[in-house]
């Protein structure tokens, strides 16, 4: 038998340290070539790392959360021969494609280096993406309890949504005596969530300015497109119509389409209309960009945001579509409240805010009407942008959505 060290590879684009997000394997664990034995975490995305022998492991090189120097050991595997210990020069693994740096937030992607044989060997911790582990825990699922139909049996989210449909799952009393705690330690993607927003709060000048928009002739002109198109074209929600007010304003305050390099103190105004859409998912918070926003008509806006809010829920993101946001929009649907105070994803500038649709009075020809109000809860970096400033883009995208008819009308 021959021990031999697994390196941490080198991932690539000059990355120099990674996080140790997850073990997938412990001492005296028996692994197959190209089982996983690790997720890590760089600057960028997570990566899992496959192991290039079978073997038996007889240690690990850090515990999870450790931040490791690539090139330091991984794992100690003991294999079959003779020889002289050796250290093993470890294949690049396999990324995903990672987020830019600007961007507040991490993916929580996983590489499909999955081993492409069915393995022999036990496992006695299934195989299950940092993502989908983050779900399970959850949802109180023992992942030890469900089949997965993945390669080399690998759990997946449909794996997870046919086990809580056919009843399995935790279960609790509704007026059961609860005590205890749980201490988490902040790894992986909720640490650099910690870092990139503690970052942003720390370096920009925020400030929130909030306007009351009036989106009833803007809901009844969506109705009835939705009426007459929806069955051919899809159906339209709200946010295709802001995205194209935005679009329309931003012509009038380039300003706001804008990147800021603080170190060189250089503004970069952009054209062309890249918005990053923050969007929820299992391993959290993710970015998306909708590039060239300003080439595309509603049902357009639409099937993008859709496809890319699905991409990334999914974590299946390209690199190109995690990348390049010049502004963002963030919203958090029926549960947008009615103010927000969103924080920047740097280096942009301004970030647009929407709050949930609601019916509220409003006086008009002497008499108080229903009418569907929206507010938007936008900030700005201080720095580069006076209020004067914010308040009249807000304010224009108001008078966008308030009259849709001119999101239409070239002049």
Do not use: C
């Amino acid at each position: 038998m021959v021990k031999k060290i697994i390196k941490m590879p080198d991932i690539g684009e000059g990355v120099a340290e990674v996080e140790i997000v997850e073990w997938h394997v412990q001492a005296g664990d028996v692994v197959a070539e190209d089982q996983l034995l690790a997720a890590v975490m760089t600057d960028k995305a997570t990566v899992e790392v496959p192991s290039p022998v079978a073997g038996t492991v007889l240690q690990i090189g850090a515990e999870a959360g450790t931040v490791m120097a690539v090139g330091a050991m991984l794992v100690e595997i003991e294999i079959e021969g003779t020889g002289a210990d050796d250290a093993l020069p470890h294949h690049a693994a396999k990324a995903p494609p990672p987020v830019p740096e600007h961007v507040p937030v991490l993916p929580e992607q996983t590489a499909s280096s999955v081993a492409q044989h069915s393995l022999s060997m036990p496992h006695d911790k299934p195989l299950a993406s940092p993502a989908v582990r983050a779900l399970a825990r959850e949802l109180g699922i023992d992942l030890a309890q469900v089949k997965g139909s993945g390669s080399a049996g690998r759990i997946t989210r449909d794996d997870l949504d046919h086990f809580t449909a056919s009843g399995g799952g935790a279960q609790s009393a509704a007026y059961q005596r609860r005590d205890g705690t749980e201490v988490i330690r902040i790894t992986g993607l909720r640490r650099k969530i910690a870092e990139r927003m503690a970052k942003s709060s720390r370096e920009v000048a925020h400030f929130t300015y909030v306007e009351e928009v009036d989106v009833t002739e803007l809901e009844t002109l969506r109705s009835s497109l939705n009426v007459s198109h929806a069955e051919r074209r899809g159906k339209l929600t709200v946010l295709p119509f802001i995205l194209r007010a935005l679009v329309v304003a931003l012509r009038d305050f380039p300003q706001m389409n804008a990147l800021y390099d603080e170190e060189a103190q250089v503004l970069t105004r952009h054209q062309a209309a890249h918005i990053g859409m923050a969007t929820q998912t299992p391993s959290g918070l993710m970015v998306p960009v909708l590039h060239h926003a300003e080439a595309m008509d509603l049902w357009g806006l639409a099937a993008e945001i859709t496809r890319l809010a699905g991409a990334a829920r999914e974590g299946v993101a390209k690199r190109g579509e995690l990348s390049g946001s010049t502004i963002t929009v963030t919203s958090l649907g029926d549960l947008g409240g009615l103010v927000t105070t969103p924080v920047i994803n740097q280096p942009e500038v301004a970030i647009i805010g929407i709050n949930r649709i609601a019916v509220r009075p409003q006086w008009q020809n002497n008499q108080f009407v229903p009418r569907k109000m929206m507010n938007l809860s936008s900030s700005f970096d201080h720095r580069m942008i006076d209020g004067y400033e914010a308040a009249a883009f807000i304010r224009r995208i108001r008078q966008l959505l308030e009259v849709p008819a001119t999101l239409f009308i070239e002049v």
